[in-house]
């Protein structure tokens, strides 16, 4: 008998779960969302086998409903699910990037027949919307479940196999716990990233011609700046005391970093710059890590036409696999660099190899 999955929100993520879950002879896949055109892209491009129009009462008979809208969202769904007459038992799970907020929701819960348990895939695109959905999305990726009272492990487990499609690396945590880390890592950095950008627009009007100036560095570090503001406010929102604890904390190492500037301590500014380096450097050595373990090997190309196509067509006349490449510096008219990163040393020793065999420079960093 097949089971019946209900994906609420088929955006980017909800959209790419279905297609990974799809995958499963014994996976009978129903979308929902708000908006009608949404629905027919998603049925008549097989991303979903059946869409329905009225949640929740349409997902009565799921066996499992995964609920992929943000977090305020997700938390009035969640009440109205409470109000539904459930035949069997149905195990629920959302995407929120918060998750003490729905937690907190979930464990209120009276109807007997929901088990809730907190999901939250840490994987997304530069791309936003159903049409840039993919069945990989998710690979190699952290999915974290947050179990709620209610919840066992077996049932933990039992949503484990469900999601096993989309190729993540599942770990569980503790809804405190998980708002902690994803805090520090990526929402406080979002707000960092927004501040670098109004300064420099501040900065601008000083100088007309600062944004011409704005090189690859600067366009890195503020990239996330440009993610949708409505969703990070309700990420803000749910998260806040922890943005403001990190604030906090944030302030008064730029009151220390500041003293270093002031007084020109090279030996100590020296110090400061290393350990960060040594840290950030290190955040990969582990598979256990969320930013994975590459190996980073940079080429000098000309910037000119096919010459992107022809670094990474020598690669793979080799067969080798390119995890990850950046384009920096590219100046019209001179030389700019590639990072190309690799899986493992050896493929970026290889690559290395016969680059240079080519004329190419490039360059390991040690």
Aim: hydrophobic content about 40%; glycine content about 6%; charged content about 20%.
């Amino acid at each position: 008998m097949k089971r019946r999955i209900v994906i609420a929100g088929l955006g980017l993520i909800g959209a790419s779960i279905a297609k990974g879950l799809a995958r499963v002879a014994d996976h009978h896949i129903i979308g929902y969302d708000i908006n009608t055109a949404t629905l027919e892209y998603a049925k008549q491009n097989n991303i979903v086998h059946e869409v329905i129009t009225e949640f929740p009462m349409d997902a009565i008979n799921a066996d499992y409903i995964i609920l992929a809208a943000p977090i305020s969202e997700t938390i009035a769904l969640l009440q109205k699910l409470d109000e539904v007459p459930f035949p069997n038992r149905v195990i629920i799970s959302d995407v929120s990037s918060v998750k003490q907020s729905v937690i907190h929701t979930a464990n209120q819960l009276k109807n007997k027949k929901i088990v809730f348990i907190g999901g939250h895939p840490m994987a997304g695109s530069h791309k936003k919307g159903i049409e840039a959905a993919k069945s990989h999305l998710f690979e190699n990726a952290i999915y974290v479940l947050t179990p709620t009272v209610n919840s066992t492990n077996n049932e933990v487990e039992e949503l484990k196999e469900i999601l096993l499609p989309t190729k993540s690396k599942f770990i569980t945590l503790n809804a405190e716990e998980h708002d902690e880390m994803t805090g520090v890592v990526s929402h406080f950095p979002h707000l960092i990233a927004s501040s670098l950008v109004h300064q420099a627009e501040h900065w601008a009007k000083t100088h007309s011609y600062l944004p011409n100036l704005a090189a690859g560095g600067f366009r890195d570090i503020t990239r996330i700046a440009s993610s949708n503001p409505t969703l990070w406010q309700d990420i803000f929102y749910h998260n806040r005391k922890k943005m403001s604890q990190l604030l906090e904390e944030w302030i008064t190492e730029m009151q220390f970093l500041k003293n270093l500037v002031d007084t020109s301590s090279k030996k100590e500014m020296i110090q400061y710059l290393d350990r960060a380096k040594n840290y950030r450097d290190g955040l990969g050595t582990s598979d256990k890590g969320i930013i994975p373990s590459y190996y980073d090997l940079y080429v000098d190309i000309r910037d000119q036409t096919g010459a992107l196509a022809e670094v990474t067509q020598l690669l793979a006349d080799e067969s080798i696999s390119i995890n990850n490449i950046q384009i920096l510096e590219i100046r019209e008219g001179i030389m700019g660099a590639l990072r190309l990163s690799f899986a493992t040393q050896q493929l970026q020793k290889s690559s290395e190899h016969i680059l240079k065999q080519q004329g190419y420079e490039t360059m390991i960093e040690k």
